[in-house]
């Protein structure tokens, strides 16, 4: 058993060791707080173990011998004692909290700015949530460690060892009880406590099963009554509860036995020390005060080893959610800006495939081989169906990913030659689904252009044709959406997009139509902002309405990756292929 | 406290005799700690000085020993008394947990329009272990602080009372500053939350929005709003834990302060004979038992308090009304389909009518499909019909039955229902299929997903059926999720149908796809359907077109393209994409 034991210990502490390694840099910055913290801790520690000292010393000095000079100095020793004990403790409560959560602070806003940086790659591998997580949960976790850790491993041991050698230089002989106070304080703390704390995590996934449970209960509660299905739902709910509860039965009464113990070991220690106290009593080896010292120093141990064990098993947690915060900020971004990027220059607008192919792993090949020429101010629709590359070739015009063969030329540069953020500050995108950030909705416009005025936003509006739309929402420009704000529907988010990106006045434009189908009224409106927003800019359009279709200049049919025509409308269909027949697959009357 | 412990007496009521016996143990453990200072006092006074009289130590080992049998039965009271509560706490939860899911099943769709998940779910979770731990510890520590106070000062003032109310006259002023910072506490702490829920809903939002963030290139921007939520939270979490950092040295220095009075004072007495050095050393030992009601009195009083908050959130619903009361009907027909509105006035509480004085009859078996801007009324008018929503004036009538005279439960397994956005569940495909009838078997879950068109696609699985769907069906695309939904209706038999808007998220080729499988799941049913579409328009019989919550016409496709404006433009809207191709189009019509 200890053999096998063994290698895991020696792994949990290379973690520790790396773990601490990567915290360095955020505890370096604070190393002067943290080294008076633990001054303060160390005045703490040793004004706690003093003061019974002192006070057995008023006891047999001053009262037994009827010192009243001695017991006034002994207590005038003890206020000075008790008010360092004050403040060293408030201040390395105060230094500690303040430490820990600036580290926090910076881990948050690290984390978060690391993320910034990262291409679509990793976003197309990590969920919204799983990231959440790592900024909520993980940190949370990393929160409790260092809240009430950060003082505790020094600290607490330095006073266990205070009191326990208190207690030996008082006495010696007294000092025996520890035999049998400490493997059993020992065996309470770390044994029986590490099985509570598991128990109560085994507990928390089941409350979180009931939890998932009841939320999408909730959320699917339309379902649920329209199929008459809630007397079944509450039987499940009922068993999930009910599984859960059988749960708590085994677990709290851990926390009864626990407490249990201490409450037995403090009182048998009290005996003890009475017992033992008395028998050397009877030989006058030690005095009534030495006893009442020690009386207070066995129940003084309880604490610091309760706080070192409550440390040892967050530090297990600790290790898990740290690894997954630094495998965030040693993620890297596979768009990489050239050193000598091209920074300070004018779009004109060409758009140029050479031979282009792309892949994410190189089993699945998504573009084989593109290559056209968009020249500035052309309208290029891409139609073909899903999973034919459409989106991939729109991504890589944005740059949010590199070509793996070929190149994208932008007026004859390769994109890769370009500073990022300049480029893609004269481009704009509109996604299919548009995202509304809580706000106004002119804030959400002006999200392009963070520092926009109203006019400009009110300006582009007009130019669209939605100006009247958004009056005529509750609170004009300032009508709040999002989660709390007002419901629009998705033609109307479409067209919000469509003003974020015309405020940029871009060069190039991209846009992925929507294809849910809009109401009559809202269908109008954006076909007029189409054509508005698109005039005199190259757009590439993932294109669902045929009217956007007809109206490019350029039509790419996209076929597996492959550029199966290109041309323009008419030009298509005097060809039977592939364009025939989408179109006609897309032929919204045809039923 | 006892507004709590009255909100849900019923609740508790079955669990008395264990509440009780935790109460009764929490007294008799915290009266036995007295013995020890007794005891302690004793062998310090009597037993110390008999043994270094006389050397006979059998006295000493007896009270030695009764401090240690002390502790043992101290030990043993403290188990049951923890245990019993806990017992309490986690079993009236357990039971107020099952009701407010029974209720939260039952509330109406009024209430499920306003209330939003996230807050319902607050309730359900963070209240509902308030509620918990109040009785779990909240209720024994209430109490033990009130117990140990009372019952030391008086065993303090038989023993010495001038030194008993120097001691005590500390307390006062230490209770009023706990009480202080605790409310101070509480309202930080309540800010820290915000603070993190504003921290979470940014990070959320720009995670959501991350590719329309770099397409933008705003990034510096998103960098400078998320640096506000977290200096926002890092004040916010800084206020709490200096409060924190403040109160136990605080305690701390009113134990030491005690410790000190008794030291010099007592001290003062002992040597001038008034009282012995056990009463001294035994006031110490009280001092230590009085400082645990003052270490738990903040965290009490700030848990008491969120429990009250929680119990009133919780009692809030627990006592709404619910559609059971408005289930009164009785008759539990097969349905046959004839509906007909008489004089339908709707709104949704007090706003403006949605539905103004509708009256329409739809025949046994006939297609009607709704169609009208956003906004017409259109949903709200078919959720009358499974009576999410009652009519404020006017009535319904289902095959000459006025709604109301429905069972509830009979009228709803009869209507088959699939929306716009399909909620999946998050159990197996086979099981989602069979939500509506639970006991289906086998064979007819694969019969309703081959009329569905999923079948080969679910048989295409490595587990098949037993294919777990994640949260919200995911890792399935809309048109299969969409499939599953009409499978899920189709086995449920029903006499009506109701589609609501459910082609319109779906591209167009997926719509088309959609369209046989919308067709067959019609035949011998009343169908209402909701859309945007001519194409799907075109299914029903007859068009209701809805504007602003009254009819405009009722007729069909031929005649409406004649008559109705709005109809007649959508056609063209729709049309000017294709006519190109109009004669494929045309020719398809079926």
């Given at each position: 058993?200890?053999?096998?034991?063994?290698?895991?210990?020696?792994?949990?502490?290379?973690?520790?060791?790396?773990?601490?390694?990567?915290?360095?840099?955020?505890?370096?910055?604070?190393?002067?707080?943290?080294?008076?913290?633990?001054?303060?801790?160390?005045?703490?520690?040793?004004?706690?173990?003093?003061?019974?000292?002192?006070?057995?010393?008023?006891?047999?000095?001053?009262?037994?011998?009827?010192?009243?000079?001695?017991?006034?100095?002994?207590?005038?020793?003890?206020?000075?004692?008790?008010?360092?004990?004050?403040?060293?403790?408030?201040?390395?409560g105060r230094l500690m909290m303040k430490i820990g959560n600036r580290i926090l602070y910076y881990i948050r806003r690290d984390l978060f700015n690391h993320i910034q940086g990262l291409s679509f790659r990793f976003f197309d591998k990590n969920r919204t949530g799983n990231i959440m997580t790592r900024l909520t949960v993980d940190v949370q976790v990393l929160e409790e460690l260092l809240m009430t850790g950060l003082d505790t491993v020094l600290v607490d041991v330095i006073m266990i060892a205070g009191i326990i050698g208190a207690m030996l230089l008082l006495d010696l002989k007294l000092s025996l009880v520890l035999l049998f106070i400490l493997p059993l304080l020992v065996m309470i703390v770390f044994g029986l406590q590490s099985r509570i704390v598991r128990a109560a995590r085994g507990i928390q996934g089941r409350l979180s099963s009931v939890n998932a449970f009841l939320n999408e209960s909730l959320s699917g509660v339309m379902v649920t009554r329209s199929f008459a299905r809630e007397k079944r739902n509450i039987k499940l709910f009922e068993s999930y509860n009910g599984n859960y509860?059988?749960?708590?039965?085994?677990?709290?009464?851990?926390?009864?036995?626990?407490?249990?113990?201490?409450?037995?070991?403090?009182?048998?220690?009290?005996?003890?020390?009475?017992?033992?106290?008395?028998?050397?009593?009877?030989?006058?080896?030690?005095?009534?005060?030495?006893?009442?010292?020690?009386?207070?120093?066995?129940?003084?141990?309880?604490?610091?080893?309760?706080?070192?064990?409550?440390?040892?098993?967050?530090?297990?947690?600790?290790?898990?959610?740290?690894?997954?915060?630094?495998?965030?900020?040693?993620?890297k971004s596979d768009i990489v800006e050239k050193?000598?990027?091209?920074?300070?220059?004018?779009?004109?607008?060409?758009?140029?495939?050479?031979?282009?192919?792309?892949h994410y792993n190189p089993e699945e090949p998504i573009l084989k081989g593109i290559s056209f020429d968009a020249q500035a101010g052309e309208t290029v629709a891409i139609v073909g169906h899903t999973g034919s590359g459409k989106s991939t070739i729109v991504h890589?015009?944005?740059?949010?990913?590199?070509?793996?063969?070929?190149?994208?030329?932008?007026?004859?540069?390769?994109?890769?030659?370009?500073?990022?953020?300049?480029?893609?500050?004269?481009?704009?995108?509109?996604?299919?689904?548009?995202?509304?950030?809580?706000?106004?909705?002119?804030?959400?416009?002006?999200?392009?252009?963070?520092?926009?005025?109203?006019?400009?936003?009110?300006?582009?509006?007009?130019?669209?044709?939605?100006?009247?739309?958004?009056?005529?929402?509750?609170?004009?420009?300032?009508?709040?959406?999002?989660?709390?704000?007002?419901?629009?529907?998705?033609?109307?988010?479409?067209?919000?997009?469509?003003?974020?990106?015309?405020?940029?006045?871009?060069?190039?434009?991209?846009?992925?139509?929507?294809?849910?189908?809009?109401?009559?009224?809202?269908?109008?409106?954006?076909?007029?902002?189409?054509?508005?927003?698109?005039?005199?800019?190259?757009?590439?359009?993932?294109?669902?309405?045929?009217?956007?279709?007809?109206?490019?200049?350029?039509?790419?049919v996209l076929d597996k990756g492959v550029i199966t025509d290109i041309g323009s409308h008419e030009e298509l269909l005097k060809k039977e292929g592939i364009y025939k027949n989408f179109l006609r697959q897309n032929n919204p009357i045809a039923g | 406290m006892l507004k709590i412990l009255k909100t849900?007496?019923?609740?508790?009521?079955?669990?008395?005799?264990?509440?009780?016996?935790?109460?009764?143990?929490?007294?008799?453990?915290?009266?036995?700690?007295?013995?020890?200072?007794?005891?302690?006092?004793?062998?310090?006074?009597?037993?110390?000085?008999?043994?270094?009289?006389?050397?006979?130590?059998?006295?000493?080992?007896?009270?030695?020993?009764?401090?240690?049998?002390?502790?043992?039965?101290?030990?043993?009271?403290?188990?049951?008394?923890?245990?019993?509560?806990?017992?309490?706490?986690?079993?009236?939860?357990?039971?107020?947990r099952n009701s407010l899911y029974e209720k939260l099943q039952h509330l109406g769709a009024s209430f499920y329009a306003k209330a939003r998940t996230g807050d319902l779910m607050s309730r359900l979770t963070t209240d509902i272990q308030l509620i918990r731990n109040f009785y779990a510890f909240g209720v024994e520590h209430r109490l033990r602080i009130v117990l140990i106070s009372v019952t030391i000062l008086l065993i303090m003032l038989y023993q010495n009372w001038r030194l008993a109310l120097i001691v005590y006259i500390f307390l006062p002023i230490v209770y009023f500053v706990i009480v202080?910072?605790?409310?101070?506490?509480?309202?930080?702490?309540?800010?820290?939350?915000?603070?993190?829920?504003?921290?979470?809903?940014?990070?959320?939002?720009?995670?959501?929005?991350?590719?329309?963030?770099?397409?933008?290139?705003?990034?510096d921007e998103q960098k400078k709003i998320f640096e506000k939520s977290n200096?926002?939270?890092?004040?916010?979490?800084?206020?709490?834990?200096?409060?924190?950092?403040?109160?136990?040295?605080?305690?701390?220095?009113?134990?030491?302060?005690?410790?000190?009075?008794?030291?010099?004072?007592?001290?003062?007495?002992?040597?001038?004979?008034?009282?012995?050095?056990?009463?001294?050393?035994?006031?110490?030992?009280?001092?230590?038992?009085?400082?645990?009601?003052?270490?738990?009195?903040?965290?009490?009083?700030?848990?008491?308090?969120?429990?009250?908050?929680?119990?009133?959130?919780?009692?809030?619903?627990?006592?709404?009304?619910?559609?059971?009361?408005?289930?009164?009907?009785?008759?539990?027909?097969?349905?046959?389909?004839?509906?007909?509105?008489?004089?339908?006035?709707?709104?949704?509480?007090?706003?403006?009518?949605?539905?103004?004085?509708?009256?329409?009859?739809?025949?046994?078996?006939?297609?009607?499909?709704?169609?009208?801007l956003n906004g017409s009324g259109k949903s709200s008018l078919i959720s009358l019909i499974p009576r999410f929503y009652c009519p404020d004036s006017g009535k319904i009538l289902l095959d000459e039955t006025p709604l109301p005279e429905w069972s509830l439960e009979a009228l709803r397994l009869q209507i088959g229902t699939v929306l716009q956005e399909t909620?999946?569940?998050?159990?197996?495909?086979?099981?989602?299929?069979?939500?509506?009838?639970?006991?289906?078997?086998?064979?007819?879950?694969?019969?309703?997903?081959?009329?569905?068109?999923?079948?080969?696609?679910?048989?295409?699985?490595?587990?098949?059926?037993?294919?777990?769907?994640?949260?919200?069906?995911?890792?399935?695309s809309g048109g299969q999720r969409q499939r599953i939904a009409i499978a899920r209706a189709l086995l449920q038999n029903p006499r009506i149908l109701i589609l609501d808007d459910c082609t319109s998220s779906l591209d167009p080729q997926t719509e088309r796809n959609i369209q046989n499988e919308l067709r067959s799941l019609m035949s011998g049913r009343t169908t209402l359907i909701i859309a945007q579409r001519i194409s799907t328009l075109r299914l029903a019989d007859r068009i209701i077109v809805l504007d602003r919550g009254m009819i405009q016409d009722f007729d069909s496709h031929e005649n409406l393209l004649k008559k109705n404006e709005l109809y007649k433009a959508t056609y063209e809207t729709q049309m000017v994409c294709s006519e190109s191709i109009i004669e494929d189009s045309l020719s398809m019509r079926s």
């Open positions: 058993m200890k053999e096998k034991n063994k290698p895991a210990n020696i792994k949990t502490d290379k973690t520790a060791l790396r773990l601490l390694s990567r915290l360095f840099p955020y505890i370096k910055t604070n190393a002067a707080g943290i080294a008076i913290m633990y001054l303060f801790s160390l005045i703490n520690v040793a004004a706690t173990i003093a003061l019974p000292f002192l006070i057995q010393k008023g006891i047999d000095y001053g009262i037994a011998l009827k010192d009243i000079d001695y017991l006034v100095k002994i207590s005038a020793i003890t206020a000075i004692v008790l008010f360092f004990q004050f403040f060293s403790f408030r201040y390395q509860y059988k749960n708590t039965r085994k677990f709290y009464p851990l926390h009864a036995y626990f407490w249990q113990s201490v409450i037995m070991l403090n009182t048998a220690s009290a005996g003890l020390v009475i017992i033992g106290g008395g028998l050397l009593i009877k030989s006058g080896q030690v005095t009534i005060g030495v006893v009442a010292a020690f009386l207070t120093y066995v129940t003084q141990l309880f604490q610091p080893m309760q706080k070192i064990s409550n440390m040892l098993n967050q530090l297990s947690r600790a290790y898990a959610s740290c690894e997954r915060i630094f495998a965030i900020m040693d993620e050193a000598n990027s091209i920074s300070d220059f004018q779009l004109t607008g060409d758009v140029t495939f050479k031979d282009v192919r792309f890589l015009v944005s740059r949010f990913y590199d070509v793996t063969d070929g190149a994208v030329l932008i007026d004859s540069i390769d994109i890769r030659d370009y500073s990022i953020a300049a480029y893609r500050r004269q481009t704009a995108v509109v996604m299919q689904e548009p995202q509304i950030f809580s706000g106004s909705v002119y804030e959400n416009i002006s999200f392009s252009v963070p520092d926009s005025t109203i006019d400009d936003v009110t300006a582009v509006c007009k130019q669209l044709g939605i100006h009247e739309m958004i009056i005529g929402f509750p609170d004009g420009y300032d009508t709040l959406m999002g989660e709390r704000g007002a419901n629009i529907s998705i033609g109307q988010k479409q067209l919000l997009a469509f003003a974020r990106a015309m405020l940029r006045d871009p060069r190039i434009l991209i846009l992925d139509e929507a294809s849910a189908y809009l109401d009559t009224r809202t269908e109008t409106m954006v076909q007029k902002a189409l054509a508005s927003i698109m005039k005199g800019r190259t757009t590439f359009v993932i294109a669902h309405r045929l009217s956007t279709i007809r109206n490019a200049n350029k039509i790419i | 849900f007496e019923e609740y508790s009521r079955p669990y008395r005799g264990a509440f009780i016996l935790a109460n009764t143990c929490m007294v008799i453990m915290d009266l036995t700690s007295y013995l020890l200072p007794v005891l302690i006092k004793y062998a310090t006074d009597t037993v110390f000085d008999h043994v270094t009289k006389t050397g006979d130590l059998k006295i000493l080992y007896i009270v030695g020993s009764a401090i240690i049998i002390s502790g043992v039965v101290r030990g043993l009271l403290s188990h049951f008394m923890i245990r019993s509560y806990w017992y309490v706490g986690e079993s009236v939860v357990k039971d107020i202080y910072f605790s409310s101070k506490l509480q309202k930080a702490v309540m800010r820290k939350h915000e603070s993190a829920g504003a921290l979470n809903s940014t990070l959320q939002e720009n995670l959501t929005g991350i590719r329309i963030v770099k397409a933008f290139a705003v990034e200096l926002r939270l890092f004040n916010a979490d800084l206020v709490v834990t200096t409060l924190q950092a403040h109160l136990n040295p605080l305690l701390q220095l009113t134990g030491g302060a005690g410790t000190l009075v008794i030291l010099i004072y007592g001290g003062y007495q002992v040597i001038h004979g008034s009282m012995t050095l056990g009463t001294l050393i035994g006031f110490m030992t009280y001092l230590m038992i009085i400082r645990f009601p003052l270490f738990i009195l903040a965290f009490n009083t700030s848990l008491v308090n969120l429990a009250e908050g929680a119990s009133k959130r919780i009692n809030e619903i627990l006592i709404m009304e619910d559609q059971r009361e408005n289930d009164k009907g009785t008759v539990t027909n097969r349905i046959k389909g004839k509906l007909e509105f008489q004089n339908v006035t709707f709104a949704y509480g007090d706003k403006k009518p949605v539905l103004r004085d509708l009256s329409f009859s739809i025949r046994e078996g006939e297609r009607v499909a709704l169609f009208g909620f999946l569940f998050s159990m197996t495909i086979g099981e989602n299929i069979a939500f509506g009838r639970p006991d289906a078997s086998l064979q007819q879950i694969k019969e309703a997903a081959a009329s569905a068109q999923i079948d080969i696609f679910i048989e295409s699985l490595p587990d098949g059926y037993d294919t777990y769907v994640g949260e919200s069906g995911s890792g399935l």
